[in-house]
């Protein structure tokens, strides 16, 4: 048992409490660039880690990213994702979830516009491909 404690003290230290308390979140480019940028950007935000951008971050507005599908459904949309315009785009590498869009996905339909890249996920800004 005191083994235990001591290496659950050691790695706890090491790397973090766990969840947004890690090293990987704490010394995380992206989160560090969000941190210091205008939280009163005009366009809307979507993002694959609207819990990151809450949690981490002065932006508190962000919604997810256009979804393909419900959460744990086989059932996907059809179609051109629906996106309000002007928009950003925040995507952290680290997120994975299956019933989102992909970058590679949202670029079939709108021009994704890089504007800060780290690599750990980017910011773009997005609009019609027209």
Known sequence: MKDDTTRT?????????G???????????????????????AERIYTNGPDVLYMLTPFDTGVFSPRKGSYNSPVTVAGKPRMQLPARLIWFNGIRRAYLYT?????????????FQA??????VVNDKG
């Not at 970058?103 to 504007?115: M, N, S």
């Open 19 to 41: 969840g947004y308390n890690t090293r990987y979140w704490r010394e995380s480019a992206l989160v560090a660039h969000l941190r210091t940028a205008d939280p009163r950007m």
């Open 103 to 115: 970058v590679d996905e949202l670029r079939q339909y709108y021009r994704l516009t890089p504007v």
């Open 119 to 124: 690599p750990d996920g980017a910011v773009y």
């Open 9 to 17: 003290v050691k790695t706890c230290t090491e790397r973090g409490a």
